[in-house]
């Protein structure tokens, strides 16, 4: 994950008009990084397997690397059912399997029932940050991170579905937002992501609000 961000900060900071930009990367140091706040948010995403869902998640303002390219560590849960059309093509696959086709049986979306899917993600952004009138801040972001997956359904537990269905993968995502700060030690925040692993792949807005250390160090804004 480390080397992830490295490579995501590099092309951040490579992003960054003006002074910023022509920073070298001795200006990146991990040193200069501090605990400046905590934030929790709502979301709602549309994953490509299963249905759309809320998501919840928590974020932590860690400051500035260097110049502009703020850290942000991430906890992020939903919980989701497949949809029909997933469901559809797991039968379709189980039905191809040789002891199955020998017997002649064909197994079909109601023989699985309902599927639920789940997900607990770890992430590491990186922000390039701009400073707007009115104490308004935008963003937009390049992120890696860790997505453990599990499905659950009463007709696939204890099977081999459901452990197929339980999956640790890792993952990028691209995001970027605006942010509001009405006092030092309160910032508001909505943000566009899209999610890219292995299993799943979703875009998501998210809303929420962070308590902020004010006269805080790491970097301003």
């Known amino acids: 994950m480390k080397h992830g961000c490295r490579i995501a900060v590099v092309a951040l900071a490579l992003a960054v008009p003006g002074d910023s930009s022509a920073q070298g990367l001795a200006d990146y140091d991990y040193e200069n990084l501090s605990f400046r706040g905590v934030g929790a948010d709502w979301g709602y995403i549309w994953p490509n397997k299963a249905d759309a869902t809320s998501m919840y998640s928590m974020r932590v303002d860690l400051g500035f690397l260097g110049p502009s390219?703020?850290?942000?560590?991430?906890?992020?849960?939903w919980n989701s059912k497949l949809k029909v059309s997933e469901v559809d093509r797991v039968a379709a696959r189980l039905s191809e399997l040789p002891s199955l086709r020998a017997s002649g049986v064909i197994?079909?979306?109601?023989?699985?029932?309902?599927?639920?899917?789940?997900?607990?993600?770890?992430?590491?952004?990186?922000?390039?940050?701009?400073?707007?009138?009115?104490?308004?801040?935008?963003?937009?972001?390049?992120?890696?991170?860790?997505?453990?997956?599990?499905?659950?359904?009463?007709?696939?537990?204890?099977?081999?579905?459901?452990?197929?269905?339980?999956?640790?993968?890792?993952?990028?995502?691209?995001?970027?937002?605006?942010?509001?700060?009405?006092?030092?030690?309160?910032?508001?925040?909505?943000?566009?992501?899209?999610?890219?692993?292995?299993?799943?792949?979703?875009?998501?807005?998210?809303?929420?609000?962070?308590?902020?250390?004010?006269?805080r160090t790491g970097g301003q804004p």
């Open 107 to 215: 197994i079909d979306a109601d023989d699985l029932g309902e599927i639920e899917w789940s997900a607990i993600s770890v992430t590491l952004d990186a922000h390039a940050v701009w400073t707007a009138p009115y104490r308004v801040f935008t963003f937009i972001g390049l992120g890696v991170g860790l997505h453990a997956m599990n499905g659950s359904g009463a007709s696939i537990e204890g099977t081999f579905i459901e452990d197929l269905l339980d999956t640790v993968a890792p993952g990028v995502a691209v995001m970027g937002g605006v942010e509001y700060e009405p006092t030092p030690s309160l910032r508001l925040y909505g943000e566009g992501r899209y999610t890219v692993q292995s299993e799943v792949r979703y875009p998501g807005l998210r809303l929420g609000a962070a308590i902020m250390i004010p006269n």
């Open 69 to 77: 390219i703020r850290m942000m560590p991430g906890l992020h849960y």
